[in-house]
């Protein structure tokens, strides 16, 4: 079964810095893609990210050169470094990854900006 961790999630303020990572297990499973999602309250849930195993990545426009993805295929784990923050950018981040056909969702993670 596989599973995914996402931690880094808390409050700050605008402006500020998170850096937000996502564990998957088995440490063996191979992971096509995978991705950040979000969804702020009365929201839709929103691609924020996503990259390839090659390291391929796309953003939405609405954080494209603010937030950074990456991986390490070596110990099954993506992050995302958001830097100037915005209070729109409050809502759960949700890590997403597709095994063959199969997608697999995280938990979800807090993210809240201060104004």
């Known amino acids: 079964q596989v599973r995914l961790v996402e931690s880094g999630g808390g409050l700050v303020q605008a402006g500020g810095s998170l850096r937000l990572s996502c564990a998957a297990s088995?440490?063996?499973?191979?992971?096509?893609?995978m991705a950040w999602y979000r969804q702020a309250p009365g929201k839709q849930r929103e691609l924020v990210a996503m990259?390839?195993?090659?390291?391929?990545?796309n953003y939405a426009d609405s954080v494209k050169g603010r937030f950074t993805i990456s991986r390490d295929n070596a110990e099954n784990t993506m992050y995302l470094q958001m830097n100037s923050l915005k209070p729109e950018d409050t809502a759960v981040y949700y890590c997403n990854a597709l095994i063959f056909v199969q997608q697999y969702w995280g938990q979800g993670t807090q993210v809240t900006v201060s104004s």
């Open positions: 990259i390839t195993t090659g390291g391929r990545s």
């Open positions: 088995p440490s063996n499973v191979r992971i096509n893609l």
